[in-house]
């Protein structure tokens, strides 16, 4: 069993400190709450994205797809966009459909409706730009997977507190900021990593850190 590398820390333990403000909290709060049911896809592409955040990111905690969907609702960008792909809304839209439309082809099924190691290998042909048929209008398989699956799919993960307490983040730097930034320093709000034989010690520190 792998030990946590931030034993016993919570970032949102920070939400009523001076570490986070009333945007932050307001942001956080939408990012655990987002709507059960898709405002952006339609029933079909929902269930095909829940099935490829399931293989993307194998995990029950965090709510991709919902928070996916709301990426797209909202039409906030990520302020660029590789120019060999049609727009976000556009590029998921088709890219979905011709995920279905490959997995028909070869199964009979759609995406969604297909065993997990099937869903695996037609993800690793969409990775390698083995999927090509008419369905991708021309899109290439590999650019959706690399700019558009791994962006927002992991990008929605690493957004969420879950994943911050993962990896020890302590959240947005305003309003208090980040000080001690040398090498192997760290504030006394930030996560104390578990080193070997100290899992009791930092799990002691986390507890407390606010």
């Known amino acids: 069993m792998n030990l ?20 932050t909290r307001e942001v956080i709060d939408q990012r655990l709450n987002p709507p059960n049911e898709p405002r952006f896809f339609d029933a079909v592409q929902w269930k095909c994205l829940r099935a ?6 194998p995990q029950d905690v965090v709510p991709l797809a919902a928070l ?4 797209l609702v909202t039409g906030i960008g990520d302020g660029y966009r590789d120019a060999r792909l049609p727009s976000m809304p556009d590029a998921w839209r088709i890219g979905l459909a011709a995920l279905d439309a490959e997995s028909r082809v070869r199964h009979e099924l759609p995406f969604g409706s297909i065993d997990k190691e099937a869903q695996n290998v037609l993800i690793k042909q969409m990775q390698d730009g ?3 048929s008419d369905a991708w209008q021309g899109m290439s398989s ?9 962006h927002d799919i992991c990008g929605s993960y690493y957004s969420h507190p879950h994943a911050w307490s993962e990896i020890g983040f302590g959240g947005p730097a305003n309003p208090r900021g980040y000080v001690r930034m040398y090498f192997d320093r760290r504030d006394p709000w930030e996560a104390a990593e578990a080193k070997p034989g100290h899992e009791a010690q930092a799990q002691k520190e986390n507890r407390h850190v606010r």
Not at 17 to 22: A, E, I
Not at 52 to 57: E, F, K, S
Not at 68 to 71: A, C, I, S
Not at 142 to 150: D, I, P, Q, T, Y
């Open 52 to 57: 490829l955040c399931a293989c993307i990111v």
């Open 68 to 71: 996916v969907d709301e990426k």
């Open 4 to 23: 946590p590398r931030y034993p016993g820390y919570d970032v949102m333990s920070k939400r009523d400190t001076p570490s986070w403000d009333d945007k």
């Open 142 to 150: 590999a650019l959706f997977f690399s700019k558009r699956v791994l």
């Open 130 to 132: 083995k999927l090509s």
